[in-house]
Nanobody, 124 residues
Framework: QELLVESGGGLVQAGDSLRLSCTAS????????MGWFRQAPGKEREFVAA????????LYADSVKGRFTISRDSAMNTLFLQMTSLKPEDTAVYYC?????????????????WGQGTQVTVSS
């Protein structure tokens, strides 16, 4: 069974940092592009960042550009999201996702495997 499991969420204060991890099992995702999305209560799912299978291409939402960094360790089958200078508006459930093909995408429907999500709460 193909599985993505997120971890690293929690409750932090504005200005703090967090690193989210997403570990894949069941198959290797080394040839898949991967991404992070988030969803706040009452809001639609929102793209955060994406990375190609090689790690050579990344894409960020304007709202997180310069504060968040996406990376991956293909040998460990793990995806990361380093989040710095967190703001209350970053509060959401964060999901990792994988998509076939190497090109990065901000469109959630192009991703075919999703994790269960990890909660990030940023207090002011």
């Amino acid at each position: 069974q193909e599985l993505l499991v997120e971890s690293g969420g929690g409750l932090v204060q504005a200005g703090d940092s967090l690193r989210l991890s997403c570990t894949a099992s069941g198959r290797t995702f080394s040839s898949y592009a991967m991404g992070w999305f988030r969803q706040a209560p009452g809001k639609e799912r929102e793209f955060v960042a994406a990375i190609s299978w090689s790690g050579g291409s990344t894409l960020y939402a304007d709202s997180v550009k310069g504060r968040f960094t996406i990376s991956r360790d293909s040998a460990m089958n793990t995806l990361f999201l380093q989040m710095t200078s967190l703001k209350p508006e970053d509060t959401a459930v964060y999901y990792c996702a994988a998509k076939q093909g190497d090109y990065v995408s901000s469109y959630w429907k192009t991703y075919d495997t999703w994790g269960q999500g990890t909660q990030v709460t940023v207090s002011s």
